[in-house]
């Protein structure tokens, strides 16, 4: 199931209404943000649905747009980037959505760069 991997804690989700009101936005400009791959959202139980730790001190995490737009250059869905971000990464040594949230938006480019 997406965002359940048995070696990591389960996500923590945010349905647009809740992540509109996460960063003080309207739902239409969140939906905005999505198009703009400054979030990354899948269908669960028929309601979109965004993971909060994409989500640092009511504005988006800043290092995550470049890595999705990396991710999907390399033939990821939304659903595989979000598995892959919250999955333990062996060369990183944390999941990759760990290392972005501690700064190190270079490493986990340059290893998501390789997945393609």
């Known amino acids: 199931m997406t965002g359940e991997n048995a070696a990591s804690a389960p996500i923590e989700w945010l349905t647009l209404p809740e992540l509109a009101e996460a960063v003080g936005e309207t739902v239409g400009r969140v939906r905005r943000m999505l198009d703009d791959r400054q979030f990354a959202a899948v269908r669960r139980d028929g309601v979109l649905r965004v993971p909060a730790a994409f989500v640092v001190e009511g504005r988006p995490l800043s290092s995550l747009r470049g890595t999705l737009f990396v991710l999907h250059d390399a033939g990821f869905t939304d659903d595989e980037a979000i598995d892959w971000l919250f999955a333990p990464e062996e060369t990183i040594g944390v999941p990759p959505i760990d290392a972005l949230r501690q700064?190190?938006?270079?490493?986990?480019?340059?290893?998501?760069a390789t997945l393609a």
Do not use: N
């Not at 190190?104 to 340059?110: N, P, Y």
């Open 103 to 112: 700064g190190r938006k270079s490493e986990v480019r340059r290893v998501a």
